[in-house]
T-cell receptor
Framework: DQQVKQNSPSLSVQEGRISILNCDYT??????FLWYKKYPAEGPTFLIS?????DKNEDGRFTVFLNKSAKHLSLHIVPSQPGDSAVYFCAARKYNFNKFYFGSGTKLNVKP | DVKVTQSSRYLVKRTGEKVFLECVQDMDHENMFWYRQDPGLGLRLIYF???????EKGDIPEGYSVSREKKERFSLILESASTNQTSMYLC????????????FGPGTRLTVT
């Protein structure tokens, strides 16, 4: 039973526009959320995180929004660049637990 | 910079062979993890370890075992490889309990024929 879900397997966006990647979770005990980016034949790399005490965290072109009541988080990339084309995974963990739960990933394609 | 290395990028093994996948991290992290990544299924946790000689089963431990004799090294063992274990295997490490992220190795693409 997947506790973290990414319902869109793929997303295509024009360069310069906004990319919005979505993630839903079911476990209300999750208190820390992360986004990872993965290029083919490479391991995932950490992108941005958010604690449950916040509803927004921003880092350059990347912003993560957390809606705890809806158990939903989203990653906004503005403006999108061709180099952003990758698979994006969201992940969640419970406080003081070392285990992360990952979504199935969304493949983002940014067209020049 | 944290570095997580995996012994092989690509591996081809025959059904029934014993397979060892090695992972080494250089940041003195307490926690180490083994995942497999399959299309449409994301990253699924096989085993993790929060200390030397300690291990815990993840979501899909069947057919796998692990070994952690030293803090920096975490090995994944396929006792008798099967074709359904063909996958991308990813190792990760993280600091002790707290709000830290996991750092991943480059992955090993294992094909079992």
């Amino acid at each position: 039973d997947q506790q973290v879900k990414q319902n869109s397997p793929s997303l295509s966006v024009q360069e310069g526009r906004i990319s919005i990647l979505n993630c839903d979770y079911t476990n209300s005990m999750f208190d820390y959320f992360l986004w990872y980016k993965k290029y083919p034949a490479e391991g995932p790399t950490f992108l941005i995180s958010i604690s449950s005490i916040k509803d927004k965290n921003e880092d350059g072109r990347f912003t993560v929004f957390l809606n705890k009541s809806a158990k939903h988080l989203s990653l906004h990339i503005v403006p999108s660049q061709p180099g952003d084309s990758a698979v994006y995974f969201c992940a969640a963990r419970k406080y003081n637990f070392n285990k992360f739960y990952f979504g199935s990933g969304t493949k983002l394609n940014v067209k020049p | 910079d944290v570095k997580v290395t995996q012994s092989s990028r690509y591996l081809v093994k025959r059904t029934g062979e014993k397979v060892f996948l090695e992972c080494v991290q250089d940041m003195d992290h307490e926690n180490m993890f083994w995942y497999r990544q399959d299309p449409g299924l994301g990253l699924r946790l096989i085993y993790f370890s929060y200390d030397v000689k300690m291990k815990e089963k993840g979501d899909i431990p069947e057919g796998y075992s692990v070994s952690r004799e030293k803090k920096e090294r975490f090995s994944l063992i396929l006792e008798s490889a099967s074709t359904n274990q063909t996958s991308m295997y990813l190792c990760a490490s993280s600091e002790g309990q707290g709000m830290g992220e996991q750092y991943f190795g480059p992955g090993t693409r294992l094909t079992v024929t």
